[in-house]
């Protein structure tokens, strides 16, 4: 395996080879998650450190991490979408040029390449929810020019773009849907369908003229909610060239909480459907280990019940099950993963592709080199 992680073995993990393998920073994508360090008072992540403290940066760099798609601007709440989604990138490009030591922003796939190489985390910017387009397919230049290199079509409701995965009517994309996804398209931006009905989901992927990304879903056939994708979302998705994250959440499962093993099965039947060149992992997740977990259930409690009050929770959310996975948990997940991967079988070419590359493939084809 060529896989080595620079985090000491836990309990969790199996002990070290006699013969020290050769070290190396494979590439590293997180293609929906964060870096915030969880263990800051609530809110933090909103104030203009964004709860990324020394802790979080140097978990972030000890897990190998070498770029995420990060949430920004609007996606749920009253705030007008316009003005808070200008006025959160605005923040973002504040924080990265506070820490060019660590952080870069990523507007290209070289930026990616060029964080592994130094060592640094690279920021994407990515939406998750189009509704700052208000009435104007047009705004999409703005973003774009912006440098927000994602943007994910619905959240869990309706918007004016269409549908999401909550909506039981699945009515699909609108026209003026359809015209953001062609401006997406125009200005070389990625169009996320995580969260999306499914109906929604087809049509972008029909209307498409580029690879489109579902940036932290899981598999329907595995795990029968709503959160998760069918099989036919999937091989269309594939066909057109596009590519597909799994998430470390709730959805995995049905019920109960769920494991890295529950994980594998999602990885695995997403590539028994697409091929393994379009499936990686958008964990939905930071990085940082809690440290705190009564304090954490008790949080989880209030965001559960906050998000059914508005109506924005998905069927899988529950107070008793965590947002991470209890097994696969910390700044040595993704070599962790890497490794569980290897002893079902896959090889080190293949599991490559899952942490990074065929992410980076994607980018390249979009946003270019």
């Not at 990138?89 to 507007?107: F, H, M, T, Y």
């Not at 994309?173 to 931006?189: A, C, M, S, Y």
């Not at 997940?333 to 490559?352: T, V, Y």
Request: with cysteine; net charge positive.
């Amino acid at each position: 395996m060529l896989f080595v992680s620079s985090i000491s073995p836990t309990s969790a993990q199996t002990p070290a080879p006699s013969k020290p393998l050769p070290r190396r920073r494979p590439l590293i994508i997180d293609t929906l998650g964060s870096i915030n360090n969880p263990n800051l008072p609530e809110g933090a992540e909103d104030g203009p450190g964004k709860g990324i403290d020394a802790r979080a940066l140097a978990d972030a760099r000890a897990a190998g991490l070498c770029a995420f798609n990060q949430t920004m601007g609007y996606w749920s709440g009253k705030e007008e979408p316009f003005e808070l989604s200008v006025r959160d990138v605005a923040a973002w490009d504040a924080l990265i040029r506070s820490k060019p030591e660590a952080l870069i922003k990523v507007l290209a796939a070289k930026d990616i390449r060029r964080a592994q190489a130094e060592r640094k985390v690279g920021v994407i910017y990515g939406f998750q929810n189009a509704a700052m387009m208000g009435s104007d397919a047009q705004r999409v230049a703005i973003f774009a020019n912006l440098g927000v290199r994602v943007i994910q079509l619905t959240y869990n409701i309706r918007n004016q773009i269409g549908d999401g995965a909550m909506v039981v009517e699945n009515q699909g994309l609108t026209p003026l849907g359809r015209e953001v996804v062609q401006e997406l398209n125009k200005h070389r931006v990625l169009v996320d369908l995580s969260h999306s009905g499914e109906a929604t989901c087809l049509d972008a992927l029909a209307t498409s003229k580029q690879p489109i990304i579902i940036s932290h879903s899981g598999c329907r056939a595995v795990a029968d909610l709503p959160r998760n994708k069918s099989d036919a979302e999937l091989r269309l998705l594939a066909d057109k060239g596009g590519f597909v994250g799994i998430y470390f959440m709730p959805f995995l499962a049905v019920g109960r909480q769920p494991t890295a093993a529950d994980l594998i099965a999602h990885i695995e039947h997403a590539i028994k459907i697409c091929g393994e060149d379009h499936v990686g992992i958008g964990t939905d997740g930071t990085v940082s280990q809690m440290d705190d977990m009564p304090a954490y259930m008790e949080r989880l409690k209030k965001d559960v019940e906050r998000r059914r009050a508005a109506g924005i929770g998905a069927a899988g959310e529950r107070a008793d099950i965590v947002t991470f996975l209890p097994d696969l948990n910390g700044p040595s997940k993704f070599m962790r993963l890497a490794d569980l991967l290897a002893k079902r079988g896959h090889k080190s070419a293949r599991i490559e592709k899952i942490l990074g590359v065929n992410f980076l493939r994607v980018a390249e084809r979009v946003w270019g080199a």
